[in-house]
């Protein structure tokens, strides 16, 4: 025996830890050997790229590789480069690399312009790369997302006409990107098309008890109204509901089933009660037999207002008591502010007794004071009232005009802020619709774009919010469809043309009039540059068409300025060090108040010295990236993208590795300590911030960059739109990126 082994291995990775082997061996008479030997496996010749995450459309950029030769004598390497959709403007010549050596070679390389048909969620360049030097080579093949230089334009015009012929211009300049352009068109016959989409999610079973029995009841009352307008009474018939054991029940049968059971809910003298515990429930009308009554009485009026029947004695019953003790309250706190000041009391309740509520409405407590305004909330109410009592009251035509002017009118959405924290957007809107449907001096414009606005804050399941914000909506959308009468009878055809090209027709007649018909073109073949086209409406019939266009397109570099659509975007670039210098930071400890903390115990950076932005860079310096968001009236469903350029990596703070002071960095910087950002994403190429909701103010977002490669990048615009009206944007100046 010569105690000798040998095993072949054909290929090893290159590896920079080391590889063991381990050695047994034994012998017949039960002798054991081991044996460990250890080695490193290293490629003679060897190709380490430099490639950035992602390219962006125009940029001229450097590829660089590493070349390792590992050999005892020199090499004569040969560099090619193998990529798609990008230009190489210039090539590294052969070289020789002297033995156990580097050099370093580069390609200079300018990405392809944008073309239209290709999809940009999809566009790659695909990059081998390879050194040969006689028998021995080495390569690499990557594939790298290619993304538009700039984000697009866009041009909006939206409207409503009952003309048989209709025209608009559009005028798009010679110098726009030709290789993208594209128009999305939609025409319809009511602005109710998503109306009765999931509505039927609004037949939920309540829980036993009257509170919840009574909005619920309220709610499918103005269901029914809803769906009786809507000419779609039998669909609402066939509306199922599930109990808390899963039996299903129709909805029909659910209404009277809980009618029947009101008077459970009666006491002697006809105040209506709950069977909660209301110590336990800090909602006042959940409690509160005044309150629980008035509720009754509400629901009551809806109730009869759409065929069903009520134990009208149970009715009397509960009014006597509510006027009782709503005078008794207007006695008692005659000389204090707050029951004049609520108009809930008086809400929804006139059609019992209107002499009665007219003594109490009808003077001058309810203009307000110089030390109380009303709210618009109060004041919508309070119109509505006095539309039932005394229409000619110049109150109305006050209040009115006050409300008009706090309206807040954008491109094809109308909404009147709530002006109350106890109410939201929602509620004020709704209820402003159904005003301004009763006011001849508000334009028709105004009345529709409410609408439009309201049911574009339906969510999935048909919901708005609470309970009682749906049946706001429910209320003002079915009196909107009695205003307009746009779903009675539909029966027209209607085409839409640009330059005389038809582009999308439809016909709508009752089983369709709540279609939306979309299209979506390419206009390569349809525009003129520099010239008016005509873009164009036909239809047939009396009947309402509305139409929505959108034109999106790039425009040039040096075009591309910030833009306000609603939404101010702005960036500001910080030496990190001097950064560091201009925040402090400021905690806040929590106090122990009757056996429970009082505040919150947060850190909040606060500035102590203005501090310049700069405009350069140097290669491996950490920048500090502010984005400022200035919102001047609320907005709901804010997506935000900041993009970086290419070779510069966001450092991500939902890694331990990175440091503790860059985690401190990364956070909202408008001196509060609440993230008004749901949502933080961090990409290749951005930063994602979403917001379910942000109040008229400025918001600023922090984060930290590292700059890897010496160049001058195309650094794309920061852009904040609201989902549901991608009209309302904006966007942040174009500009050079520089790295020294």
């Not at 790369?129 to 093949?141: A, E, N, P």
């Not at 919901?463 to 049946?471: A, K």
Request: hydrophobic share 40%; glycine share 2%; aromatic share 18%.
């Amino acid at each position: 025996v010569n105690w000798k082994a040998t095993v072949n291995i054909e290929k090893l990775p290159d590896n920079l830890t080391t590889w063991v082997v381990k050695w047994f061996a034994v012998t017949k008479d039960t002798k054991v050997w081991n044996f460990e030997s250890k080695f490193k496996v290293k490629k003679i010749l060897n190709l380490l790229p430099s490639i950035p995450r992602f390219f962006v459309s125009w940029d001229e950029i450097e590829l660089s590789a590493i070349v390792i030769n590992n050999s005892e004598n020199f090499l004569e390497i040969v560099p090619n480069i193998d990529i798609t959709n990008v230009e190489v403007i210039e090539k590294p010549k052969k070289q020789i690399i002297q033995a156990n050596w580097q050099e370093l070679i580069v390609w200079k390389i300018k990405v392809d312009a944008m073309k239209n048909d290709i999809d940009w969620n999809t566009y790659v360049s695909d990059i081998t790369l390879k050194v040969v030097s006689w028998d021995l080579q080495d390569s690499l093949k990557v594939s790298k997302k290619i993304i538009p230089y700039s984000t697009p334009e866009y041009t909006f015009t939206n409207g409503s006409t009952y003309d048989l012929s209709y025209e608009e211009k559009i005028f798009l300049p010679d110098y726009i990107d030709k290789t993208q352009w594209q128009i999305d068109i939609s025409i319809w016959a009511t602005i109710l098309t998503s109306l009765l989409d999931n509505v039927e999610n609004l037949a939920s079973m309540p829980f036993n008890n009257f509170y919840t029995t009574v909005s619920a009841l309220k709610k499918w009352a103005i269901l029914k109204w809803l769906y009786v307008k809507a000419w779609r009474l039998e669909e609402f018939k066939k509306i199922t509901v599930i109990d808390y054991n899963w039996v299903t029940h129709k909805l029909e049968d659910i209404i009277n089933l809980r009618i029947k059971y009101l008077k459970d809910y009666q006491a002697n003298d006809g105040w209506m009660m709950t069977y909660d515990d209301c110590f336990t429930n800090s909602y006042r009308r959940t409690c509160s037999n005044f309150w629980l009554t008035w509720e009754f009485l509400n629901m009551s009026k809806l109730l009869r207002e759409n065929w069903y029947t009520l134990d009208e004695s149970i009715v009397e019953k509960a009014f006597s008591y509510y006027k009782k003790h709503l005078e008794k309250q207007i006695k008692d706190y005659e000389q204090r502010w707050s029951i004049y000041r609520n108009i809930e009391p008086f809400y929804d309740i006139i059609w019992y007794d209107k002499e009665f509520i007219k003594k109490y409405i009808l003077t001058d407590r309810f203009k307000g004071s110089k030390d109380y305004k009303f709210d618009n909330i109060s004041k919508l109410k309070i119109i509505l009232l006095l539309q039932d009592v005394d229409f000619s009251n110049p109150l109305i035509s006050v209040y009115n005009k006050e409300l008009k002017n706090k309206t807040i009118i954008e491109a094809r959405w109308t909404l009147l802020p709530a002006n109350n924290y106890r109410w939201n957007n929602i509620v004020s809107t709704s209820l402003a619709l159904r005003v301004f449907i009763n006011n001849s001096e508000t334009e028709k414009l105004i009345v529709e774009n409410f609408a439009r606005w309201l049911l574009a804050q339906k969510r999935e399941n048909w919901e708005f919010g609470s309970s009682y914000d749906s049946t706001e909506v429910l209320k003002a959308i079915t009196e909107y469809i009695v205003y307009t009468k746009e779903l009675d009878n539909v029966d027209f055809k209607a085409s839409g043309y640009l330059d005389f090209k038809e582009i999308i027709s439809e016909i709508f007649n009752d089983t369709n009039k709540l279609l939306l018909k979309q299209e979506s073109y390419p206009l390569k073949d349809y525009i003129r540059y520099g010239v008016d086209n005509s873009l164009g409406f036909n239809k047939t019939g009396t009947w309402k068409l509305y139409y929505d266009v959108w034109l999106r397109y790039f425009l040039p570099i040096e075009k591309i300025e910030a833009r306000d659509e609603g939404i101010i975007v702005s960036r500001n670039y910080y030496n990190y060090n001097e950064y560091n210098e201009a925040f402090k930071e400021e905690c806040i400890t929590p106090y122990w108040y009757w056996n429970y903390y009082w505040s919150y115990n947060y850190c909040n950076k606060v500035k102590v010295k203005n501090i310049d932005s700069v405009s350069w860079w140097n290669k491996w310096d950490m920048l500090i990236w502010e984005i400022e968001i200035i919102i001047p009236s609320e907005r709901n469903n804010v997506i935000i993208n900041n993009f970086i350029p290419a070779w510069a990596e966001i450092l991500n703070t939902n890694l331990d590795t990175t440091s503790s002071e860059v985690k401190n960095i990364t956070w909202n910087t408008n001196n509060n300590w609440y993230s008004w950002f749901s949502h933080t994403e961090i990409k290749d190429d951005r930063v994602l911030l979403f917001a379910d909701h942000l109040y008229e103010w400025s918001y600023k977002y922090t984060y930290v960059i590292k700059l890897n490669h010496i160049w001058k990048y195309h650094n794309r615009p920061a852009v904040a739109e609201e989902l549901k009206k991608p009209e309302i944007w904006g966007r942040s100046k174009w500009n050079f990126f520089e790295i020294k």
